[in-house]
């Protein structure tokens, strides 16, 4: 069975701190992989995606994600924390057949000043 | 290239009516797909549609039902609504290149009384 788990359900940080949200995925063949950012009262924004190409992925709005298949995780990482980062994010992942995604139940960041 | 559009945005209904919601996807994509949003259930996928074909089904009761035209525009019709059915409703068009992320449309809040 194909399927994502986000570790942490809220993750709260300082301005400025390290984010990290993580994400593992279970797979029988090889993934595609993706964040997503969602605030308010709005629809799903795409981050960032891994297409099998490069292990690190950089993403809009500063975040990066590697990809570790030995570890089957995906987290996603942000150097400083921004008040505007404050929102919840989806891991989600596809496997090119038929098209359906499976996503992960999301993190709720919250970003201290 | 315009988003994804989703008609109406709010939706107010009483237990026992039916609602249809609309989905216009971006220009080209043919793939839609439809999720619920709720609080304590995450994102549920309810069914995609490709070239007016359903592909894909989640496991909702057959309350919930969509269909896809001959343009790639989508509905999803719930008929004798339940106060549990209030949710967001996203739905995600899919292009045919070979990077397959999902595109979100902003959603249609459905308040069931």
């Known amino acids: 069975a194909q399927s994502v788990t986000q570790l942490g359900s809220h993750v709260s940080v300082s301005e400025g701190a390290l984010v990290l949200l993580r994400c593992n995925y279970s797979s029988s063949v090889p993934p595609y992989l993706f964040w997503y950012v969602q605030y308010p009262n709005q629809g799903l924004q795409l981050l960032l995606k891994?297409?099998?190409?490069?292990?690190l992925v950089k993403g809009i709005n500063g975040f990066e994600a590697e990809f570790k298949k030995s570890e089957t995780s995906f987290h996603l990482t942000k150097p400083s924390a921004h008040m505007s980062d404050a929102a919840e994010y989806f891991c989600?992942?596809?496997?090119?057949?038929?098209?359906?995604?499976?996503f992960g139940t999301g993190t709720s960041l919250t970003v201290i000043p | 290239k315009a988003g994804v559009t989703q008609t109406p945005r709010y939706l107010i209904k009483t237990r026992g009516q039916q609602v249809t919601l609309s989905c216009s996807p971006i220009s080209g994509h043919r793939s839609v797909s439809w999720y619920q949003q709720t609080p304590g259930q995450g994102l549920q996928f309810l069914f995609e549609?490709?070239?007016?074909?359903?592909?894909n089904k989640g496991n909702f009761p057959g309350r919930f039902s969509g269909r896809q035209f001959s343009n790639s525009r989508s509905e999803m019709n719930v008929s004798t609504l339940e106060l549990g059915d209030s949710a967001l409703y996203l739905c995600?068009?899919?292009?045919?290149?070979?990077?397959?992320?999902?595109?979100f449309g902003p959603g249609t809040r459905l308040t069931v009384l």
């Open positions: 549609y490709f070239s007016e074909t359903q592909r």
């Open positions: 989600a992942v596809t496997f090119n057949t038929g098209n359906q995604f499976y």
């Open positions: 891994y297409t099998s190409a490069a292990t």
């Open positions: 995600a068009s899919t292009g045919t290149s070979s990077f397959v992320e999902q595109f």
